[in-house]
């Protein structure tokens, strides 16, 4: 492997671009005609332009991503996080091709991308999964009623084709439910191509706790700990850390053994995510999902245990074995990451796109990392996520990595864009995210509180 073509665009294209190069690879970055002069597009070795704006007509073009490895002589395709990341189709197609796919096999991410199926593949596994229904399609509800009792109120009415909590809705009384199933059915077709929906116990007082897996392909792997993710709008995670504060030892080695379990069942290979919905009031935890590439939120676990896993994850499509084995990989201190948003907080955190006339950052310090994909002068456009950079703090104790967290957002300068900023310095400072009380429910308690 030489050249890696990097599907994908902004800070995780950035990223990409920088281990490629330490591992003395070549970078192919694509772009929209959006993206012309974009960060990724001036960091990459060559450049190739795959469409107009819309993401359907370039990031998602399946064809021209792969036309574009062909005109550079690409021998690899790295998906990122996104767009086509976990699309088991393309996968395959990149396979077929003749390039080496930098992601697990297409099987797998079919297999966990369709949500019910991932469910029934985790309780083969021997991972507990929360009581859920049979998947229903569009027009064809009956025994809709029937299920919904049978798992208990509140519950959850989730996409089978989709993640990333798009389209999920909560329902609290049976009057509500079928006006939930046929609004999550509408955003999934739209989102997802595929409508199909299933129900799910809704745990209150939950916490998002995720497990970050690599697997060598042939039923072996090991785990990089744990990572929360609780504080989340939309149910999209803005504030995550690793390890997970005050979850109980046993609860924490439970959940390393159930995602190796998963990871030796499926024969994964690469790098993964095993995410858990964990109850505090019981102290369980039940399978959510697996996420079938790069988190987003990747850094934090580099930061407490000084691994590169994109590194990893090409050196695992080179044909190389695992680098570490379990016992020699260490935790040490702790780690927190916040995303910037182009968005208003104070309209439910819709987005806010324009241009970047000053973007100021602090200088380079230790224990501190930020990843973005724009400069001064850029364009936050509506195209895509409004994403502006990942500041991720590392301090020898959870209290020291938020205070310093917290001190960079405050030094972060950027202008005129409205931006998340404020409030997540607002949520840092804030008694139930210092005292270690947050559940899923948290940004939605918080901003109401704080109106």
């Known amino acids: 492997m030489k050249k890696v073509l990097i599907a994908n665009r902004g800070e ?29 597009v001036e960091l990459a070795d060559e450049v190739v332009c795959i469409g107009p704006p819309p993401a359907k007509e370039s990031y998602l073009n399946g064809d021209a991503i792969l036309a574009a490895a062909r005109s550079t002589r690409a021998d690899s395709v790295h998906p990122g996080y996104g767009f086509l990341a976990e699309n088991a189709s393309f996968a395959q197609r990149v396979h077929d091709t003749g390039l ?68 999920m809705q909560r329902v609290d009384t ?57 504080v989340q709008r939309r149910y999209q995670k803005i504030i995550e850390e690793a390890p997970a504060p005050a979850l109980p030892d046993q609860v924490r080695r439970s959940l390393f053994d159930a995602a190796l379990a998963l990871v030796h069942h499926t024969r994964y290979k690469g790098a993964g ?55 020699t990989i260490a935790l040490n201190g702790h780690a927190v990451e916040a995303r910037i948003y182009a968005e208003k907080p104070e309209k439910n955190f819709m987005p806010a796109p324009g241009r ?32 502006i950079a990942k500041i991720i703090a590392l301090g020898d104790t959870r209290q020291a990595a938020i205070n310093k967290l917290e001190s960079t957002l405050e030094e972060i300068v950027i202008e005129p864009l409205r931006t998340n900023r404020s409030f997540l310095i607002d949520v840092l400072q804030s008694n139930a995210f210092n005292t270690e009380e947050v559940t899923t429910d948290f940004v939605k308690i918080f901003t109401l509180n704080s109106a």
């Open 100 to 167: 080496a796919w930098i992601g697990p096999d297409p099987k797998v991410i079919a297999d966990m991308g369709d949500k019910e199926r991932a469910r029934d593949i985790a309780a083969a596994a021997g991972v507990p999964v929360l009581p859920g229904s049979p998947r229903f399609r569009p027009g064809l509800l009956d025994g809709l009623e029937e299920q919904a009792a049978e798992i208990g109120y509140p519950l959850l009415v989730k996409a089978a084709g989709g993640g990333g909590g798009i389209g």
């Open 356 to 387: 970047i006339d000053r973007f100021d950052l602090p200088r380079p310090r230790n224990g501190i990392r930020i990843d973005t994909g724009v400069r001064a002068g850029d364009e936050v456009t509506p195209f895509y996520d409004p994403l």
């Open 12 to 40: 995780i294209a950035c990223r990409i671009i920088e281990s490629c190069r330490s591992a003395g690879l070549s970078s192919v970055a694509v772009c929209s005609e959006a993206d012309a002069s974009a960060r990724h």
């Open 174 to 230: 049976p009057e509500k439910l079928r006006r939930a199933v046929e609004a999550t059915q509408s955003m999934a077709e739209k989102v997802f191509g595929d409508g199909t929906i299933y129900l799910e116990r809704c745990i209150d007082r939950a916490r998002h706790i995720e497990v970050q897996v690599f697997g060598d392909g042939a039923g072996h792997g090991v785990h990089l700990f744990d990572r929360d993710c609780s």
């Open 273 to 327: 995510t095993v995410e858990f919905v964990y109850d505090r009031d019981t102290e369980q935890a039940f399978f959510l999902e697996m996420n079938t590439r790069l988190q987003v939120e990747h850094p934090v676990t580099e930061m407490v245990t000084g691994i590169d896993i994109v590194r990893w994850q090409l050196a695992a499509a080179a044909g190389e074995s695992l680098p570490l084995h379990q016992e």
